[in-house]
C-alpha cells in the first residue's frame, strides 16, 4: 500500500511543469494539485478501507459481548456447541453429551441467539 503511494506522489511530482523562472504562480499550481491529489487518495483510502474495517470491527465486538448462556455457537475452528458458562476472557461450550470445552471469547465466529438461523447445531444422538 505504502508502494502505491510513493508511486502516486512519485507520479504527481513528474506531472508538475518545470520551474522556468515566469512561472512562479505556476509551480504553486502543480505543488496544489499534488496536495489536492494526495488528500484525495488519503480520502479514498479512508472510506473504502479504514471506515468499513472499524464498523466491521465494532460489530464483532458488540457481538462478543452479547454472549450469554445458551445461545448457540460457533468458532473460528468450525466447532458448534451450546455456551454452558461466560467469563471475562473464556466462554465454556457444550459440544456434546458430557463434553465441555473451554475456548476463547475471541475464537467465536458466530451466534445462534433463539429463532435465528445464523449457523446450526448438529442434535446430539442423546436429545433425541
Same mark, same amino acid.
Given at each position: 500500500?505504502?508502494?502505491?503511494?510513493?508511486?502516486?506522489?512519485?507520479?504527481a511530482y513528474a506531472m508538475a511543469p518545470s520551474p522556468?523562472?515566469?512561472?512562479?504562480?505556476?509551480?504553486?499550481?502543480?505543488?496544489?494539485?499534488?496536495?489536492?491529489?494526495?488528500?484525495?487518495?488519503?480520502?479514498?483510502?479512508?472510506?473504502?478501507?479504514?471506515?468499513?474495517?472499524?464498523?466491521?470491527?465494532?460489530?464483532?465486538?458488540?457481538?462478543?459481548?452479547?454472549?450469554?448462556?445458551?445461545?448457540?455457537?460457533?468458532?473460528v475452528g468450525g466447532l458448534l456447541g451450546v455456551v454452558?458458562?461466560?467469563?471475562?476472557? $473464556?466462554? /465454556? &461450550?457444550? =459440544? @456434546?453429551? #458430557?463434553?465441555?470445552?473451554?475456548?476463547?471469547?475471541?475464537?467465536?465466529?458466530?451466534?445462534?441467539?433463539?429463532? $435465528?438461523? /445464523? &449457523?446450526? =447445531? @448438529?442434535? #446430539?444422538?442423546?436429545?433425541?
Amino acid at each position: 500500500m505504502l508502494n502505491y503511494l510513493t508511486i502516486l506522489v512519485g507520479q504527481a511530482y513528474a506531472m508538475a511543469p518545470s520551474p522556468s523562472g515566469e512561472g512562479g504562480a505556476q509551480q504553486q499550481g502543480g505543488a496544489g494539485m499534488t496536495l489536492i491529489m494526495v488528500a484525495g487518495f488519503f480520502l479514498i483510502l479512508y472510506f473504502f478501507l479504514l471506515r468499513p474495517q472499524k464498523k466491521q470491527q465494532a460489530e464483532r465486538q458488540k457481538m462478543l459481548d452479547a454472549i450469554q448462556k445458551g445461545d448457540r455457537i460457533q468458532t473460528v475452528g468450525g466447532l458448534l456447541g451450546v455456551v454452558t458458562a461466560v467469563d471475562q476472557k $473464556e466462554v /465454556t &461450550i457444550r =459440544v @456434546a453429551a #458430557d463434553v465441555r470445552v473451554k475456548i476463547a471469547r475471541s475464537a467465536v465466529a458466530g451466534i445462534q441467539k433463539g429463532g $435465528e438461523s /445464523t &449457523i446450526t =447445531v @448438529a442434535k #446430539d444422538a442423546s436429545n433425541q
